[in-house]
């Protein structure tokens, strides 16, 4: 068997299909076969969106065959999520005006410390693959799950009722998909959120709210074809008697998803078995306690104090949960609301927005037999065929 490496005389570029506001060539240099370096050029950002005072998050996918290697600028943060054979890096910039303007973004992208290689080497990602790269005004990042789903989470600035948030979530739009307040379902989608743009307090899509004849709120009474809900506190109850369970009132499968068993804080009988809560309190405090340093033990949620019933998340920065009326306009309790869009299958790239993807090049390992008349010539995920010569 003989084995010889294809491999370009300089490197390749291939330019990215983006949506007008980020452009990007991938250029390629296969010099160290098996250690090929994939690094962006012609990196084009858009004008910051009209009301924002910068970009705060570049989120990027790619197969998980690729690493990818950088050096954060000042203001900067990184997390990562990797499951189903996609990788997801997401950047979050904490002062948008000072570092993420249109160049800050361009000069990271096209920085000399950052780039892609092989996770290992020879393992190249399956043909066909992309890298996708999202830019955004709001702080939004992509966590994937743990069947290889892609959910993206968005915090939007407002202080606003739960009722409209839950309202405004439909309104918002990304890959295609109109959103709604987050449920955080596992510890992992929960640490994901909190460690990637969770700085400010807000709305999740849990509550204990009924409508008067004791239904859940599930989309099932929506006033309109976007599947908006009354704004009316009226409409509703939040009578512990009725109301005397926390549950999700939106979400993809989640919804109506009982998380709590009990209006108020009640460490027997509260927690649902199997099912994932995170309030703060002790209990949560010595259910996890390598994570105790961002739980608040101050109040023992869910209390209910002068009567609370919209689930509120990020309160001075921890990542538990607290209960809240659903008209709080205290930013130190509400600055906002937190928007899930997906899950999308698996391999889903980013679309709209600030966004391009682009296939990614490869170096081809190709082997032939000059003993085999029909000698086939593999290299991943393909084959071709020569004849004797």
């Not at 998980?64 to 999520?81: K, M």
């Not at 909190?194 to 599930?218: E, F, M, N, V």
């Not at 809900?229 to 009725?242: H, K, L, Q, R």
Request: proline residues 5%; glycine residues 10%.
């Amino acid at each position: 068997m003989h084995k010889t490496n294809l491999k370009s005389n300089r490197p390749t570029t291939r330019g990215a299909l983006g949506d007008g506001d980020l452009d990007f060539k991938l250029t390629y240099d296969d010099a160290v076969p098996g250690n090929t370096v994939w690094t962006f050029s012609d990196v084009g950002v858009g004008d910051v969106p009209q009301g924002y005072a910068g970009y705060s998050s570049l989120n990027i996918l790619c197969p998980d065959e690729l690493s990818f290697h950088y050096t954060l600028p000042a203001g900067w943060s990184a997390t990562e999520s990797d499951q189903g054979g996609m990788r997801s890096l997401n950047f979050y910039i904490s002062n948008p005006a000072a570092n993420g303007q249109p160049a800050d973004v361009e000069r990271f992208l096209q920085s000399l410390s950052t780039s892609f290689t092989l996770t290992t080497p020879w393992d190249y990602p399956p043909v066909g693959s992309e890298i996708s790269v999202m830019i955004d005004a709001a702080p939004t990042s992509g966590f994937i799950d743990g069947n290889g789903e892609l959910h993206i989470y968005e915090f939007v600035r407002g202080t606003i009722t739960w009722m409209e948030a839950y309202n405004a979530a439909h309104a918002r739009i990304v890959n295609g998909e109109h959103g709604y307040l987050a449920t955080l379902t596992s510890l992992e989608e929960e640490l994901f959120v909190y460690g990637s743009i969770a700085k400010s307090p807000g709305w999740l899509g849990g509550t204990r709210l009924r409508y008067t004849d004791g239904a859940k709120i599930d989309g099932s009474r929506a006033i309109d074809a976007q599947g908006n809900i009354s704004t009316d506190i009226n409409d509703y109850t939040y009578d512990t008697s009725i109301a005397n369970q926390w549950y999700w009132a939106d979400g993809a499968s989640e919804n109506g998803l009982v998380f709590y068993g009990t209006p108020t804080v009640d460490n027997t009988n509260g927690p649902v078995n199997g099912v994932f809560s995170f309030f703060s309190g002790w209990y949560t405090y010595n259910k996890y306690p390598q994570y105790q340093s961002i739980i608040l033990t101050s109040w023992q949620e869910s209390n209910n104090y002068g009567g609370e019933y919209c689930l509120q998340f990020a309160q001075n920065g921890s990542a538990s949960w607290n209960d809240l009326e659903y008209n709080r306009a205290d930013t130190y309790y509400n600055s906002g609301y937190y928007v899930e869009y997906g899950p999308f299958p698996v391999g889903t790239g980013f679309t709209g927005r600030g966004s391009a993807n682009l296939e990614i090049p490869l170096q081809y390992d190709v082997h032939f037999d000059v003993n085999n008349p029909d000698c086939p010539l593999t290299y991943p995920n393909q084959s071709l065929w020569t004849g004797k010569r």
